[in-house]
């Protein structure tokens, strides 16, 4: 019997800001200070220093995505490109 869904506890925005450090801000629209404010912190730690087209920028992302899983958190991307461009983007050549 598969766990009961239980409801988000928050809304979190990562917006990409640009090529120039600091890259990301972290934006909440509704959600208790006490869960948001530590996975924002969290969540900066892991991506300042990386655009996303750095290679640690994946693996990173998906911790992201994964600790809100964990906080019960809404999670939305902003990168500055619509998703299917993003998905289409040929990964740079290491």
Known sequence: MPAEQLPPRGHVRVVYLGPVAPHWEVQSTWGEAEVVEPFRDRTLARL????PHD???????????RDAERELL???????????????APAPAP
Do not use: I, K
């Open 55 to 65: 290679p640690q920028f994946r693996r990173n992302r998906e911790r992201v995505v």
């Open 74 to 88: 809404e999670l939305e991307w902003d990168l500055g490109v619509p998703e299917e461009e993003e998905e289409a």
């Open 48 to 51: 300042t220093l990386l655009p």
